[in-house]
């Protein structure tokens, strides 16, 4: 119940305290009176009255026991009076003051739900019957089941609005076997929304099994007859034709005409489309008709002239003709008179105008006649085929006058058209549904001549299959107008018009297919009536210049500039002749082509383009100076021109190393032009050129003037960027890092960021700052990761930490550069890491990590394939890997290695340190007690180093040895 009262903002409460209805025990008098007139008012029809009275029993006795019964009347008469929203609150207030009361509650429910129907609130309305529904199976009294039926009835409705019919089937069989519960009119409309819920939900035996057991003799003879026809097209849909056809047929001896002209239509397709299954050709439809049908004559005059219309339309203009003779027979009261005379004038195309003026006096057809327009309009049709415009026009605009129709707007508009009055064909068109291919068309003519081509574009385009010669014409060229380049290229190749090579190659060349629009720029030009030639030879030598044939675009060009010097795109064929001569590296043909430019300037932008160009191709080449002298004439002039020349000059001069030419003009723009959009740029080129030449100091100066006259410049990061940088390269670091960090505060987003982030972690690491150059790697890895990586800075993040922890520069920038170099496995890692081993020996802490590399590089250092070339660092790593055993204790060990060492050292030249090995050796074979070996190799020692500090002492460790 909740729920049905949701909407009206109630809340319904079944059970109300009897202290609401009983006021000190005394129960209101007159109530009673006020209520029957309530009661009398409604039953008699008197829905306002009785509305009154129930609004005086509200005022006067607002605790009355009777005012549940008097709002629900009340709610009934709004509903009467189609006032369903104040129906749905006087009848929810009812519900309220049920207190229990069944027979208030289930009709007031029942009304409710009626009235929430009528408001298209279905949700409400089917919980209202439903809940009047469940009100009865409580208890089921006799007093409520006429409700409880008509409740389902009524939800049923619902359903069967929605288009739920299952479940409006559901209900309906329910009402159905209740059938005598129900009045005649409800119980025929119980059938017959049953009957076509269950042809719409596909249920045609169902419908059949109930048709079968419906006493039809109950029902009027309308609902019988529309059961009978329900029944045959159940039996149509389930292929069961000769069984429809019975009874379609049944239904024609019934006394209803109109159920009959429909049972006749029925039978009649039915008949046509299965034939075979009916047994009887169509057109006994009507012969078995004649007995039965109410007024004959009409009736099948009405049918004849119907199938002749559709035999028309099937184009069986034989069959048409005969049915027409059939109904202008039976017409007997000339009611189709008008109809059939039309069909008979469509049918004899040869004299439709005689056979319109015989039927006009036939059927006294008048201005006000239903048929009058459709005679006008064939009027109209048949001048226009003869070409007769005026007679056209006037039928046309007749017909249209009367009755405005796609056809009449076609011929109206056509005659218009033809006449020569664009505007007011559009105006008939416009805002109108045009349904024909044909009418559309129509009015994209209309609209191309009246210049609104982009309407018609569009209707062209939606109809392009459907276009005659002329409309492709058309069509072709409003297409290219609005861009439409491919549509108006292929519509253009359809066409006869006489430049349609022109059109095509024009459309070719807007969408830049360069080949194509040289094919038919060149085919146009090579016919003799071309009234487009200037156009197409500029065209022709651009495409030419696009596809990289500069050579034949310049003599095209040339050509054109030539004949026609004075033309609108002359301009144009200098400065694209110059580009062309350009890309043939001809710079006298361009310099001459940009001259021209100069001279065949109609505006003033087109001369500046020009001079620019004229430089440019100058500057272009190398002829830095001829540039200068091209723009020097408008040097002065205070023009954005001036200015613009100015700037290109001064770049010039820059190119020229005439760095304080360049620089006085760029101060000139800055200084007396700051409204110019290049007077921002210009004070920043004077820092960049002094930065370029490495005059750091004129460049810090330069930048820090365009700081305080630019305070907002597009340039601003930049200055601060590179003042940083030429402190950093003039050696002024602390003063970089300041640059650096205020660039990093004030333009955190600044496309310098990650190079002054990376720049600063060099500062501070060259500055030991290893804390702070940590950071600065760290945020570079984090906020520009691929950058990071490319750069190699995730391996500097772990060499600074490595230097943070202690290690030295020399040793951290070597292990990276053994690791780059590809450490043992390269000879370009084994000569860096030779160097490593000799850095790690000097600290006692790394010794072992060096004799461990030392030894593995000297392995590979001392191969066959490698010692020729790699012999003096192998002998140094043979003395890192000796002096390592030696203090370990293996002596023998360290002899061989320093041997090794000898052997490499001595071949290399470097005798310093073959003197030194050598004497390693002696003394290492002197500790390990092999003085053979020592004596031996003091005597190679004393050999090649006579009277040598370490010969002297390998002479003395060695001078107690017995012999």
């Known amino acids: 119940m909740i729920s049905v009262f949701k909407k009206t903002g109630f809340t319904v409460k079944l059970l109300l305290a009897s202290g609401l209805l ?105 919980n209202a019957f439903y809940e009047s529904c469940r009100i009865f199976r409580n208890r089921r009294p006799d007093s409520l089941e006429e409700y409880y039926y008509l409740s389902l009835m009524n939800a049923a409705g619902v359903f069967y609005s ?57 029902l009027d003879e309308i609902t019988a007859a529309s059961l009978s026809l329900d029944a045959g097209s159940a039996y149509e849909n389930l292929g069961q034709y000769k069984k429809a056809y019975g009874q379609y047929v049944k239904v024609l001896s019934g006394s209803d005409s109109v159920m009959a002209s429909l049972a006749l239509q029925k039978a009649y397709n039915v008949a046509s489309l299965h034939r075979k299954e009916v047994g009887e050709d169509p057109g006994t439809v009507l012969e078995k008709a004649r007995g039965n049908l109410r007024e004959y004559d009409s009736l099948l005059a009405e049918f004849w002239t119907r199938f002749a219309a559709d035999a028309y339309e099937e184009k069986n203009y034989a069959k048409c003709k005969t049915y027409l003779d059939n109904a202008e027979s039976a017409d007997s009261s000339g009611t189709y008179t008008a109809l059939i005379g039309l069909y008979r004038a469509r049918l004899d195309s040869a004299n439709t105008v005689k056979i319109l003026d015989d039927y006009v006096v036939k059927s006294s057809l008048s201005e006000d006649d239903e048929y009058y327009p459709a005679y006008r309009l064939l009027y109209a049709r048949s001048y226009a085929f003869e070409g007769k415009w005026d007679e056209a026009l006037f039928n046309a605009g007749e017909a249209y006058s009367k009755s405005v129709s796609q056809a009449s707007l076609y011929l109206y508009a056509l005659s218009l058209y033809k006449k020569g009055d664009y505007k007011k064909a559009e105006e008939i068109l416009q805002g109108r549904k045009l349904e024909s291919h044909e009418l559309n068309l129509l009015y994209a003519q209309i609209l191309a001549r009246n210049g609104k081509t982009e309407k018609s574009a569009a209707l062209y385009r939606a109809h392009r299959d459907y276009l005659n010669g002329e409309q492709m014409a058309d069509f072709s060229k409003v297409l290219f107008l609005e861009g439409a380049l491919t549509s108006s290229f292929d519509a253009a190749l359809d066409s006869t018009v006489p430049d349609a090579n022109y059109m095509a190659a024009l459309s070719a060349f807007n969408r830049r297919d360069w080949k194509t629009a040289e094919k038919y720029f060149s085919k146009y030009l090579s016919v003799k009536n071309r009234p487009m030639e200037a156009y197409a030879m500029f065209y022709n030598g651009y495409v030419q210049y ?113 760095i304080e030419d360049s620089d006085s003009l760029y101060r000139d723009i800055q200084n007396n032009f700051t409204s110019s959009s290049l007077a921002d740029e210009a004070s920043f080129r004077r820092g960049e050129l002094y930065y370029t030449k490495g005059e750091y100091p004129q460049a810090v100066s330069r930048f820090t003037e365009y700081q305080k006259k630019f305070p907002s410049g597009n340039f601003l990061d930049a200055s601060y960027f590179f003042i940083a940088d030429s402190y950093a390269k003039n050696n002024q670091t602390n003063r970089a890092v300041n640059q650096y960090k205020i660039l990093k505060e004030a333009f955190p987003d600044s496309s310098y960021i990650y190079s002054a982030q990376k720049n600063l972690a060099e500062l501070y690491r060259a500055q030991a700052s290893y804390d702070l150059a940590l950071a600065e790697a760290r945020s570079i890895v984090q906020n520009f990761p691929v950058e990071a990586k490319a750069d190699g800075i995730t391996e500097e993040l772990d ?52 004799a461990i590399l030392a030894e593995e590089l000297f392995a590979i250092q001392s191969k066959k394939s490698n010692e020729n070339r790699e012999a003096a660092f192998a002998a140094r790593t043979a003395l890192i890997a000796a002096q390592y055993n030696r203090a370990s204790g293996d002596a023998k060990s360290a002899a061989d290695y320093y041997l090794k060492a000898a052997n490499y050292a001595v071949g290399t030249s470097n005798h310093k340190l073959a003197q030194r090995v050598l004497y390693g050796a002696v003394e290492a074979f002197d500790f390990a007690g092999y003085q053979g070996d020592a004596r031996s190799t003091a005597a190679k020692l004393h050999e090649l180093y006579a009277d040598s500090e370490y010969d002297k002492r390998s002479q003395k460790l060695i001078a107690n040895y017995g012999e």
């Open 22 to 126: 009983l006021a000190g025990g005394r129960i209101f008098a007159n109530d009673a009176r006020v209520y029957s007139d309530i009661k009398s008012a409604y039953y008699s029809g008197a829905f306002p009255a009785a509305i009154e009275y129930a609004i005086t029993m509200e005022e006067e006795y607002p605790r009355s026991l009777l005012l549940g019964k008097a709002l629900s009347f009340k709610g009934r008469s709004y509903f009467r009076l189609g006032r369903y929203e104040d129906a749905c609150l006087s009848l929810t207030k009812a519900c309220q003051l049920a207190s229990g009361d069944e027979d208030l509650l289930c009709p007031s429910l029942y009304w409710l739900g009626r009235a929430y129907a009528a408001r298209q609130e279905d949700t409400y309305a089917l």
């Open 162 to 218: 929605q288009n739920k019919f299952g479940q409006a089937v559901e209900l309906l069989e329910t009402c159905l076997s209740g059938g005598d519960k129900f009045s005649s009119d409800d119980f025929n409309s119980v059938v017959l929304m049953l009957f076509d819920s269950y042809l719409n939900d596909g249920k045609n035996q169902r419908l059949l099994d109930v048709y079968q057991r419906i006493d039809t003799k109950k």
């Open 546 to 658: 696009k596809t990289g044939q500069s050579l034949s675009a310049c003599t095209s060009l040339n050509t054109f500039v030539q004949k026609y010097s004075s033309h609108s795109l002359a301009w144009n064929a200098c400065v694209v002749g110059a580009r062309a001569a350009l890309q043939n590296s001809d710079l006298q043909t361009a310099e001459k082509f940009a001259k021209k430019a100069v001279d065949a300037s109609r505006t003033k932008d087109q001369k500046e383009n020009a001079v620019l160009l004229y430089a440019s191709i100058y500057s272009d080449a190398g002829e830095s100076e001829k540039a200068v002298a091209v723009l020097n004439p408008y040097l002065k002039e205070k023009s954005d021109f001036g200015v613009r020349c100015r700037f290109e000059t001064a770049r010039l001069y820059a190119k020229l190393n005439k």
């Open 799 to 850: 060499e600074l930490k490595k230097l943070l922890a202690g290690e030295s520069e020399k040793g951290v920038r070597l292990q990276k550069d053994y690791e780059d170099a590809g450490k043992s496995s390269t000879e370009k890692g084994r000569a860096i890491g030779t160097e490593l081993c000799e850095l790690l020996w000097e600290d006692a802490s790394t010794q072992k990590d060096a």
